[in-house]
């Protein structure tokens, strides 16, 4: 039985050890790190300042940014830029990615939407050298951390969004000492029955993700 690089369920064979982000941009282009890519339309890496003050880290790619091959392009991404203007943080001024860098989905039918589903830990650990590599190029001053897998993959297992949300942490991510400021992931918001008081909190979030700027 042949194995391929997916078998291993790490991107770090296809990572350069050199280069700025368009080398990475380009090698994670070819990622074969885990099966995910397959059914992908194409791998959707980060967008943003090469050297941004903060960096936002969702989950994976929905379905417009698999088919535009950027991050935060779809409903979610545009809530997002809204709420962060909002509370102080030029969207222009940020570096954007998420922790799996592949769309991965379910559909009902054949045809039909194609519907989201969460990354695995196996999955999200097979992405994480990518991560790293962002980290290292664009060295942040403070890491956005949106939703529980974005939080799961920087900071392990027994991440729970709700309880340390709006909150100033320090942790050591990726062998680097970062200050991360963990809220809900913009989708969420969408989901919500209560949009406007899920938005105000999300601004509310990103408010102290500012100050921790400034």
Not at 8 to 20: D, K, L, M, S
Not at 53 to 74: A, C, S, T, W, Y
Not at 171 to 178: F, V
């Amino acid at each position: 039985m042949t194995t391929t690089p997916e078998d291993a369920y790490t991107a770090e064979p296809f990572v350069p050890e050199h280069g700025g982000l368009t080398a990475l941009r380009e090698a994670a282009a070819d990622c074969r790190g885990c099966p995910l890519h397959r059914d992908a339309t194409q791998t959707v890496f980060g967008a943003g300042a090469a050297h941004a003050r903060v960096m936002l880290v969702g989950e994976q790619p929905g379905d417009q940014e698999d088919r535009q091959g950027k991050p935060f392009v779809g409903p979610a991404g545009k809530l997002l830029d809204r709420a962060l203007a909002e509370a102080g943080i030029d969207p222009g001024e940020a570096y954007v990615t998420n922790a799996v860098k592949h769309f991965k989905f379910t559909r009902a039918e054949p045809r039909k939407r194609r519907i989201h589903k969460a990354p695995s830990l196996r999955e999200m650990t097979a992405c994480g050298p990518w991560l790293a590599a962002e980290l290292a190029v664009v060295e942040p001053g403070l890491i956005v951390v949106l939703g529980a897998t974005a939080g799961k993959a920087l900071l392990g297992s027994s991440f729970r969004v709700t309880q340390v949300r709006g909150t100033v942490l320090e942790e050591e991510i990726h062998g680097r000492r970062e200050r991360l400021v963990p809220t809900v992931h913009p989708s969420s918001v969408l989901r919500s029955d209560d949009r406007e008081a899920a938005y105000q909190g999300l601004v509310s979030d990103l408010k102290v993700a500012a100050r921790a700027l400034s």
